[in-house]
């Protein structure tokens, strides 16, 4: 039989009222049955005071009634203090499966309920006690648990069990800015998960300039080659955020270019290898590129661009020298933690979080 908190205050106060009662009415009749001047002078003394005036047997069933008393509020401080600490940790269970879950969101959601199941049996939740959904969208999961507690004093109130029950829900939101993105751009269409696509461009067949008379490159934090490898390997260090407007940098640059995608192939040592369907968290193979849109053009060059959203891009192959250098990648889904904004259309980078609720 469940335990409900809220049921056993009221049938505590019940029982302490029965034997206010009780006791007033032992002492009307008390003072009813003797007219001394020690009863007169009981007359004046509380129900509780008359008990140090009682007889043995009335003691003991005054110590009874106390006890039903102590008794419920035994039930209520540690049953319920057991109950409050069960339904904590299912809270962090849950919290924990569906942000792991949601790591895996929109382009895998067979994969986000695995792994939500996953984390919610190592929070310790067996699978029985767990439901995951995912919205049609495949944006949204959300983890329920639901746990019998067996209780302790409750028992002598007649409630043997009690349930406890803890939900959350994880949302994947486009980011609207973040830190860390390569100085390398692709120009805002729809993307498709798995489809490769060109992030530099190579000159065309006897060095021409290519369309625009721009290569791709972004100037981040200053131009140059010793500036654009750097961002290359390491992503740039100051946040970029949707709307910003930004440089385009000039010329082929294949040695930086060529030095800064080998670097980021080969720090990948994860295993199994990486591949873009499947790819460690903060895999550097994995490019954060911004979206963007012509801003300022001088004759065929494009001098800035506006940055519209960021998508990723798991590159496969190494780029090649002079004039056949190119920067190609495979579109894929990751979570990064960063400011997001629900409004703004997904271009592959989202954050993560929790809903409230």
Not at 47 to 74: D, E, H, I, K, N
Not at 196 to 214: F, I, N, Q, R, V
Request: hydrophobic content about 40%; charged content about 15%; proline content about 6%.
């Amino acid at each position: 039989m469940g335990l409900d908190i809220l049921k056993i205050y009221p049938k505590l106060k019940t029982c302490g009222l029965k034997i206010f009662q009780a006791l007033r009415a032992w002492e009307n009749f008390i003072c009813s049955s003797h007219n001394s001047c020690c009863c007169r002078k009981l007359i004046s003394l509380t129900p509780l005071s008359l008990l140090f005036f009682s007889s043995r047997g009335q003691v003991l069933v005054t110590v009874a009634a106390g006890m039903t008393l102590l008794l419920g509020m035994a039930a209520i401080t540690v049953d319920a203090g057991t109950l409050y600490l069960q339904r904590q940790r299912l809270a962090n269970a849950v919290d924990a499966a569906a942000l792991a879950g949601a790591q895996e969101l929109p382009a895998r959601p067979a994969l986000a309920y695995q792994q939500a199941m996953a984390y919610a049996e190592q929070n310790g939740c067996s699978p029985e006690e767990v439901v995951v959904q995912i919205a049609p969208s495949n944006k949204k999961i959300t983890v329920t648990a639901q746990r019998q507690i067996p209780l302790f004093f409750a028992r002598t109130l007649g409630h043997q069990t009690a349930s406890v029950s803890a939900q959350a829900t994880a949302a994947v939101s486009p980011v609207k800015a973040l830190m860390g993105a390569a100085p390398l751009s692709i120009e805002e269409q729809i993307l498709v998960f798995g489809e490769e696509y060109t992030l530099k461009s190579a000159p065309s067949e006897g060095g021409g300039e290519p369309l625009y008379g721009w290569y791709g490159p972004l100037s981040l934090g200053g131009s140059g080659a010793r500036s654009y490898c750097q961002n290359l390997k390491y992503g740039y260090e100051s946040e970029l955020r949707v709307g910003d407007v930004v440089a385009t940098e000039t010329g082929n640059m294949s040695g930086p270019t060529v030095e800064g995608i080998a670097y980021r192939v080969d720090a990948c040592h994860h295993d199994p290898p990486c591949t873009f369907e499947h790819f460690a968290p903060g895999c550097p193979r994995v490019l954060l590129v911004p979206v963007i849109v012509a801003q300022e053009t001088s004759g065929n060059q494009i001098k800035t661009v506006r940055i519209q959203g960021f998508a990723a891009f798991f590159i496969e192959n190494y780029a090649r020298q002079g004039n056949e250098c190119e920067i190609r990648g495979r579109f894929v889904h990751t979570a990064v933690s960063a400011p997001y904004d629900e409004s703004l259309p997904g271009y592959g980078v989202y954050a993560v979080h929790l809903e409230a609720g």
